[in-house]
């Protein structure tokens, strides 16, 4: 599986949020760092087909992002996802899962284990209003693993999360990384160099670092900040 973006571009009036980014992801775990406004949000919103490019290509195994069979290998979470607070979090698993076009006896059997999976099983039959921030975020990470997606696309996924669920979130995205590619963006630069197999580091639109990361290059947060400050260290 590979996801290929070839010198996508994406401009607002005379805003360019994202530049001429090139880049190849296969199989698992992409971290994807910079500051608001650096273009990451546009960046995942145009791989997830929301919005088009205006240059460039963005495909998945040779397949355009704007056609209906991609939507069911994407697994999207956005920085703010949608929930509907009246219905049960077992019942939005359920409901999403239709959405997706998943048979029913799969879903329901798919929903329980997913909630099992974000430590939700005991608040399943509990309405999503009266769920904290964190819980919400753990219910939306579930909704992305409906279906079998092979690519997920994570906007600030361990945003409200406490220090022990983000432990677990990264356990859980460690695991998914090895059957399919994850993308994923946070502020939280120690959970990206814990999971990351690559580390993206986005700065004014444009990509200005990408590699692996390891013990040996010192601290990765120092690492982002020298470049983010405009130092250019690679």
């Known amino acids: 599986m590979e996801l290929v973006i070839d010198r996508v571009s994406k401009q607002y009036k005379n805003h360019i949020a994202v530049d001429g980014i090139s880049l190849k992801l296969q199989r698992g775990v992409y971290g994807l760092l910079g500051e608001n406004g650096a273009g990451k949000t546009t960046l995942m919103r145009m791989i997830c087909g929301i919005l088009k490019p205006?240059?460039?290509?963005?495909?998945?195994?040779?397949?355009?992002?704007?056609?209906?069979?991609?939507?069911?290998?994407?697994?999207?979470?956005?920085?703010?996802?949608?929930?509907?607070?009246?219905?049960?979090?077992?019942d939005f698993l359920l409901y999403m899962a239709a959405l997706k076009g998943v048979a029913k006896p799969r879903a329901k059997r798919k929903t329980e284990e997913l909630l099992e999976l974000v430590s939700l099983q005991n608040a399943a039959g509990k309405k999503i209003k009266t769920y904290s921030g964190g819980?919400?975020?753990?219910?939306?990470?579930?909704?992305?693993?409906?279906?079998?997606?092979?690519?997920?696309?994570?906007?600030?996924?361990?945003?409200g999360l406490d220090p022990k669920e983000r432990v677990r979130f990264r356990n859980l995205t460690e695991d998914l990384g090895k059957e399919c590619i994850v993308l994923l963006s946070t502020h939280i630069v120690s959970d990206i160099e814990q999971i990351a197999d690559t580390v993206l580091i986005m700065k004014d639109g444009r990509l200005i670092y990408q590699d692996k990361w390891d013990e040996g290059k010192g601290s990765l947060e120092d690492f982002y900040l020298r470049h983010i400050g405009g130092e250019d260290q690679s």
Do not use: W
């Not at 205006?54 to 920085?79: C, N």
């Not at 939306?140 to 997606?149: D, E, H, N, S, V």
């Open 54 to 90: 205006t240059e460039g290509t963005i495909s998945f195994d040779g397949m355009d992002v704007g056609r209906e069979e991609y939507r069911a290998v994407l697994g999207y979470l956005p920085q703010d996802f949608g929930y509907y607070p009246e219905f049960s979090g077992r």
């Open 135 to 159: 819980m919400k975020q753990r219910l939306g990470i579930a909704q992305t693993l409906l279906g079998q997606p092979k690519l997920l696309v994570l906007d600030e996924p361990t945003a």
